[in-house]
């Protein structure tokens, strides 16, 4: 049949084993995130442009580039959100939920937009996890972030990952920087990029996030960010630094990093695979004040399912998966009361109510991954057991059908050891 419809450009459908690895993800995340005392929230997919204009910053690529923005049936310009952060905090805004000496925790899941050429791990619609603290600013907050990110890692079993860690200062430091690297790139100008010319002038320290090779080789040479720290700044990164060390979180000093957005100032990080951004973040004291609320610092990161899914080894969901089929004599009966009994031991089961042919029910379980099928006939009906199927290897064995303790462990065990039957 011509397939006559297609999905957009960059805009993927997530099923099968990706989307069994995302669910696994954001279960495990949020386990995690709810033990450290962060709560979810949901939020909207769309906001007013000038929301993510203010806050981004209308020079980054995000911005002046990747966004999806059109206008509304009333003539409101309005913008697919590109990320979390900014309607997160626009939200706890509007709810009046930062003001006074309170602590905010809370992380997000959904979709994100942004106009960009598609390739692997780079999509137009893609999925972020995210979780920011709102509170005065202590490097244990950051630290805290920065473990958790660590932890979820760690649970996922990434292999490989490598955290890069560097300070952007207060406000002030970052001038004194601008200077020393417009200085620096003084008659090198005509060779860099058009984007990053205009950069120069507009939002120097974005030349920094470029992605064009030759404009990075020419900014190896410039100075790092460290050695414009102002005192406080300096120790606040130091005794991050010395957190993370006790914590035994592994990283390095990585001087070139700056992120995409504008409203980061103070620490800022990456956790990378093979030299992708898998989690990433910092602080952004700024930010609510920026966007009308009160004088409330924050730091937080974004983590891309999409790349964490590739790169985690998580265990098969196919493990506690069984299903069930009744063949000639078995009863539905029968197969509904096992059915209940397993789905009770934490077991996902299948059942196949439809009266086909075994062959074509084993085809089936093959489909959606199930390894281990019970099998309920007129034999097993007769000797009240049921007969245990491996699909990996063929082996079948008989177990008692109401000793449930027994086949759970047998159905989560990883394979069967009996004599091989027909069936
Ligand atoms: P990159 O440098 O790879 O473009 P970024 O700095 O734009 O990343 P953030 O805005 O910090 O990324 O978003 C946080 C995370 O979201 C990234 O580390 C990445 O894992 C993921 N991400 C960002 N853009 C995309 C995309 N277009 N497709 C898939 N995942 C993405
Ligand atoms: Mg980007």
């Known amino acids: 049949m ?32 709810e033990k450290y005392g ?53 939200s706890l805004i509007q ?30 619609q893609f999925y972020q996890l995210g979780c920011e603290v709102y509170s005065f600013p202590s490097p244990y907050h950051d630290a805290e972030i920065i473990e958790i990110a660590d932890k979820l890692l760690k649970l996922c079993r990434v292999k490989d990952y490598s955290l890069g860690i560097n300070s952007l200062g207060c406000a002030e430091d970052r ?29 120097t320290l974005r030349v920094l996030d470029c992605k064009n090779s030759r404009c990075r080789e020419i900014y190896q040479e410039l100075p790092g960010m460290d050695d414009f720290l102002c005192d406080d700044c300096g120790d606040y990164i130091e005794k991050l630094r010395q957190i993370l060390d006790s914590r035994g979180v592994k990283y390095s000093i990585d001087s070139g990093l700056v992120r995409g957005l504008d409203y980061y100032n103070g620490p800022v990080f990456e956790f990378k695979v093979n030299d992708s951004a898998v989690i990433a973040g910092g602080r952004y004291n700024k930010l609510v004040r920026e966007l009308g609320g009160p004088d409330m610092p924050a730091c937080g990161w974004g983590l891309g399912m999409e790349r964490l899914v590739a790169a985690a080894n998580l265990e098969p969901a196919s493990q506690k998966k069984a299903a069930l089929i009744k063949v000639e004599g078995g009863r539905i009966e029968t197969c509904r009361r096992i059915a209940d009994n397993l789905r009770n031991k934490g077991i996902s089961v299948s059942e196949g109510y439809e009266d086909i042919s075994t062959g074509k029910k084993f085809k089936i379980t093959d489909k959606n991954r199930i390894v281990k099928v019970v099998i309920i006939g007129g034999e097993e009906e007769k000797n009240k057991t049921v007969t245990l199927r491996d ?33």
Do not use: H, W
């Not at 011509?2 to 805009?11: C, H, T």
């Not at 690895?21 to 386990?31: C, L, P, T």
């Not at 997919?45 to 580039?65: C, P, Q």
């Not at 920087?177 to 939002?203: F, H, I, M, Q, S």
């Open 391 to 423: 699909m990996e290897t063929g082996k079948q064995e008989s177990v008692p059908a109401d000793d449930v303790e027994s086949l759970a462990r047998k159905i989560l065990a990883k394979k069967i050891l009996a004599r091989k039957t027909d069936v």
């Open 175 to 203: 001038s004194s920087y601008k200077k020393a690297v417009k200085k620096k790139l003084e008659g090198k100008v005509e060779k860099l990029c058009p984007d990053c010319r205009r950069r120069l002038k507009t939002n």
């Open 95 to 124: 709810a009046d939920q930062l003001s006074g000496k309170i602590r905010r925790k809370i992380y997000y899941f959904g979709p994100m937009f942004r106009y960009e050429r598609p390739q692997k791990g780079r999509y137009r």
């Open 38 to 90: 962060y709560e979810r929230i949901f939020l909207p997919v769309i906001e007013y442009t000038n929301l993510f204009a203010r806050s981004i910053g209308e020079d980054t690529d995000i911005v002046s580039k990747e966004m999806y923005s059109f206008k509304d049936k009333k003539g409101r310009d309005i913008s697919l959100r590109p990320e979390g952060t900014a309607g997160a905090v626009r």
């Open 2 to 33: 011509a397939k006559k419809y297609k999905s957009l450009r960059g805009i993927r459908d997530i099923s099968g084993a990706e989307a069994a690895g995302f669910n696994e993800i954001i279960s495990k995340a949020s386990e995690l995130l």
